[in-house]
């Protein structure tokens, strides 16, 4: 039978349990009640000030949903408010869970910390006291692929050992990591003559832009690889595409030099090591709804980084 976290909200409310009476001949089915649950659900959150109009779509979403909308406009809240659906009706409920695993993932720390506060303050207006996120993993992309590579006995995380494999940073991060960052891109500028016409000075937005333009390159599937968007920056960087393909060999084997990987190597081992399917591999087997999420993930992040170099110069 069908049960929702709403079962449990006192009737005042208007959200009594969903349940067929013993006595009827027809038995509601399961499509039924999660329907019926779905509306008190968009009730609930319609008496709480929300526009329904505009969030009725997202909340019934089920499955891969993009939201693509300014700061502030409330994909944030439209999070929030699919996860507190998922959690009391939905396919995180505890009749339906099952071994699923709930994953918020940002960018930045920060991000995540700040989603997980908004979804917390979300389930509270909502008056859903018996919904809790400590089932709920909020973290960065960064350190997902970690966990799923020190499954591999990758060592990512550990200085003090002597496999420790270092992250490349651009900046604003570790400090060793962005020095090898600066040496790495200082080396390829001057080799390559980059740079703009008549000056010497190379700057850090300099190097993030010819690594972005790198990272484009090496995560395009299409076989003729053109500039797209970054046709202006690798203008002024003095990188003709003819030039382009030694670049990123220099690079990487810069990166191997010095023993240190980027966020682009960080998803290829992932989808190595985690996504390729390989017979009696006891790893996949344990990991095996993390690894459908990297998946995901990694498929929907190299189709969005390909979108830029589609468009011919």
């Given at each position: 039978?069908?049960?929702?976290?709403?079962?449990?909200?006192?009737?005042?409310?208007?959200?009594?349990?969903?349940?067929?009476?013993?006595?009827?001949?027809?038995?509601?089915?399961?499509?039924?009640?999660?329907?019926?649950n779905?509306?008190?659900?968009?009730?609930?959150?319609?008496?709480?000030?929300?526009?329904?109009?505009?969030l009725?779509?997202?909340?019934?979403?089920?499955?891969?949903?993009?939201?693509?909308?300014?700061?502030?406009?409330?994909?944030?809240?439209?999070?929030?408010?699919?996860?507190?659906?998922?959690?009391?009706?939905?396919?995180?409920?505890?009749?339906?869970?099952?071994?699923?695993?709930?994953?918020?993932?940002?960018?930045?720390?920060?991000?995540a910390?700040?989603?997980?506060?908004?979804?917390?303050?979300?389930?509270?207006?909502?008056?859903?006291?018996?919904v809790?996120?400590?089932?709920?993993?909020?973290?960065t992309?960064?350190?997902?692929?970690?966990?799923?590579?020190?499954?591999?006995?990758?060592?990512?995380?550990?200085?003090?050992?002597?496999?420790?494999?270092?992250?490349?940073?651009?900046?604003?991060?570790?400090?060793?990591?962005?020095?090898?960052?600066?040496?790495?891109?200082?080396?390829l500028?001057?080799?390559?003559?980059?740079?703009?016409?008549?000056?010497?000075?190379?700057?850090?937005?300099?190097?993030?832009?010819?690594?972005?333009?790198?990272?484009?390159?090496?995560?395009?599937?299409?076989?003729?690889?053109?500039?797209?968007?970054?046709?202006?920056?690798?203008?002024?960087?003095?990188?003709?595409?003819?030039?382009?393909?030694?670049?990123?060999?220099?690079?990487?084997?810069?990166?191997?030099?010095?023993?240190?990987?980027?966020?682009?190597?960080?998803?290829?081992?992932v989808?190595?090591?985690?996504?390729?399917?390989?017979?009696?591999?006891?790893?996949?087997?344990?990991?095996s709804t993390?690894?459908?999420?990297?998946?995901?993930?990694?498929?929907?992040?190299?189709?969005?980084?390909?979108?830029?170099?589609s468009?011919?110069?």
């Amino acid at each position: 039978m069908y049960q929702s976290a709403l079962d449990n909200l006192s009737n005042d409310k208007g959200f009594a349990s969903v349940k067929p009476s013993a006595n009827s001949e027809q038995q509601p089915t399961e499509e039924q009640l999660y329907e019926e649950n779905m509306k008190k659900y968009l009730e609930l959150v319609a008496s709480k000030g929300y526009n329904l109009e505009e969030l009725e779509p997202i909340i019934r979403s089920e499955g891969r949903t993009e939201l693509f909308a300014t700061a502030g406009s409330g994909k944030s809240t439209s999070i929030s408010l699919i996860l507190a659906k998922d959690k009391t009706i939905g396919r995180l409920s505890p009749a339906k869970r099952g071994k699923k695993v709930a994953w918020v993932t940002t960018f930045l720390s920060k991000g995540a910390e700040e989603i997980k506060q908004n979804v917390e303050r979300t389930f509270a207006k909502l008056g859903l006291t018996s919904v809790s996120t400590n089932d709920i993993t909020f973290s960065t992309l960064q350190s997902e692929f970690f966990e799923l590579l020190r499954l591999r006995g990758f060592n990512l995380t550990d200085k003090s050992k002597s496999d420790y494999i270092r992250m490349l940073d651009s900046g604003g991060g570790d400090e060793e990591s962005s020095r090898i960052f600066n040496a790495i891109m200082g080396r390829l500028f001057r080799k390559h003559d980059l740079g703009e016409e008549g000056s010497n000075y190379v700057s850090l937005q300099d190097k993030r832009d010819l690594a972005a333009i790198i990272s484009n390159y090496r995560n395009c599937s299409i076989s003729d690889y053109q500039f797209g968007e970054a046709a202006d920056t690798a203008k002024r960087l003095n990188l003709p595409r003819n030039l382009l393909d030694t670049v990123v060999a220099d690079y990487q084997e810069l990166k191997t030099a010095m023993n240190v990987i980027d966020f682009d190597d960080l998803m290829s081992l992932v989808y190595d090591y985690m996504v390729v399917e390989k017979e009696d591999d006891p790893v996949q087997t344990a990991g095996s709804t993390s690894t459908k999420t990297a998946t995901n993930t990694l498929c929907s992040m190299k189709r969005k980084i390909c979108l830029s170099c589609s468009t011919k110069s």
